[in-house]
């Protein structure tokens, strides 16, 4: 079903801080079930392909920059109502706007250092899967 999976990564300052395992512990803790996981490290080539919705924006180079900057790990997750359920987990963009007990309000550092990437649509979410893995590598 096209609702059972969303993608994320999580972003180069929670892989550097250490924050990915306490991470992955929130995302199984809450139902997910990683279907796909990598560590790579993003070109600044490859994070403007995966970011060439936000071409046009002001924000556009920063976050190629700061996408490059350091290893990621890309995640493919399955759930019923994936995407709407992880965006909850993740909370807003903003970490100051974000519920207590959020991904982004434990981790993030600011709306760019948000420590994680969330799907906003299931489209999106096999579009952004897809980037990152082989058919092979899913399951």
Do not use: W
């Not at 395992?21 to 392909?49: C, D, N, P």
């Not at 903003?94 to 550092?109: C, F, H, N, S, V």
Request: with cysteine; aromatic share 10%.
């Amino acid at each position: 079903m096209a609702n059972d999976i969303t993608f994320s990564m999580i972003k180069p300052e929670a892989v550097k801080e250490g924050n990915a395992g306490a991470i992955l512990k929130m995302i199984e803790e809450a139902g997910f079930k990683v279907s796909a996981m990598k560590m790579t490290k993003l070109s600044k080539f490859r994070a403007g392909q995966f970011y060439a919705v936000h071409a046009d924006r002001p924000f556009y180079t920063d976050l190629c920059d700061y996408m490059s900057s350091g290893p990621i790990i890309a995640l493919r997750l399955k759930k019923d109502n994936a995407v709407n359920d992880f965006r909850k987990l993740i909370g807003a963009t903003d970490p100051q706007k974000a519920e207590e007990g959020t991904i982004r309000k434990l981790y993030a550092r600011s709306i760019q250092e948000n420590a994680v990437h969330g799907s906003d649509s299931d489209a999106n979410a096999k579009i952004e899967s897809d980037f990152f893995f082989s058919g092979i590598e899913k399951y």
